[in-house]
């Protein structure tokens, strides 16, 4: 069993559509993440939920919208794509915002042509 | 704004030397950690270092930790080339839950 799953794996769309990824996790953790891989691997943290409460949201374009229906799961939709917004999207949760146990899901790779 | 860099940002090394890539932070800090990411993967978690003078080790990987020099250390000892991947650092900015990581090690090892 996965513990964080994101879907999709890869996305590829074109400019100015609108596009979800979701993510689940089945650890039991209260504090989900989106963090953001760019082409030169450089990682970034975009948000953060705890309880389904937004904790931490940094200078994302709000075409960006994080919603956590339940605390087992975040999803991230985008807005008006745009060629910038092309990276991996990597999700991870933790219990009680412990960053030292911190897991990651396996990324989910979105193309905008 | 907390700044994380690394150094080496390449390394291509052969089987069997040793090498040290080296984290540099900005601010206080006593929590960093490591992580491992092969091609086209997650994220695998190596080490948790949690306070100043901490020094874990697995394999032919150690890491240790000096905050008052805002510095961590992950050497490698007799590289192999399972190996080969990317190494990331990342600094914990307190009770935030936010991670900010450092530019990423491409290790390369040759056989």
């Known amino acids: 069993d996965t513990a964080v799953s994101q879907t999709p794996k890869y996305l590829v769309t074109q400019m100015g559509n609108d596009k979800s990824i979701k993510c689940e996790q089945n650890l039991g953790h209260d504090t989900m993440y989106w963090y953001k891989q760019d082409s030169k691997k450089f990682l970034k943290i975009m948000f953060s939920?705890?309880?389904?409460?937004?904790?931490i949201n940094e200078t994302v374009p709000n075409r960006f919208s994080p919603k956590s229906p339940d605390k087992a799961h975040l999803n991230l939709h985008i807005n008006s794509l745009e060629l910038g917004d092309s990276a991996v999207y990597f999700c991870?949760?933790?219990?009680?915002?412990?960053?030292?146990?911190?897991?990651f899901g396996e990324g989910s790779r979105l193309t905008v042509l | 704004e907390l700044k994380v860099e690394q150094n080496p940002l390449f390394l291509s090394m052969q089987e069997g030397k040793n090498y040290t890539i080296y984290c540099n932070y900005s601010?206080?800090?006593?929590?960093l950690y490591w992580y491992r990411q092969d091609p086209g993967k997650s994220l695998e978690s190596l080490f948790v270092l949690l306070s100043n003078g901490a020094v874990k080790q697995e394999g032919r990987l150690m890491a240790s930790l000096d905050t008052k020099a805002r510095l961590s250390t992950l050497h490698i000892t007799a590289a192999v080339h399972d190996l080969s991947a990317t190494y990331f650092c990342?600094?914990?900015?307190?009770?935030?839950?936010?991670?900010?990581f450092g530019q990423g090690t491409t290790l390369q090892v040759k056989p």
């Open positions: 991870a949760s933790s219990q009680d915002g412990r960053v030292w146990e911190l897991f």
């Open positions: 601010t206080t800090s006593d929590r």
């Open positions: 990342a600094v914990d900015t307190g009770n935030t839950g936010k991670l900010i």
């Open positions: 939920y705890n309880n389904k409460e937004l904790i």
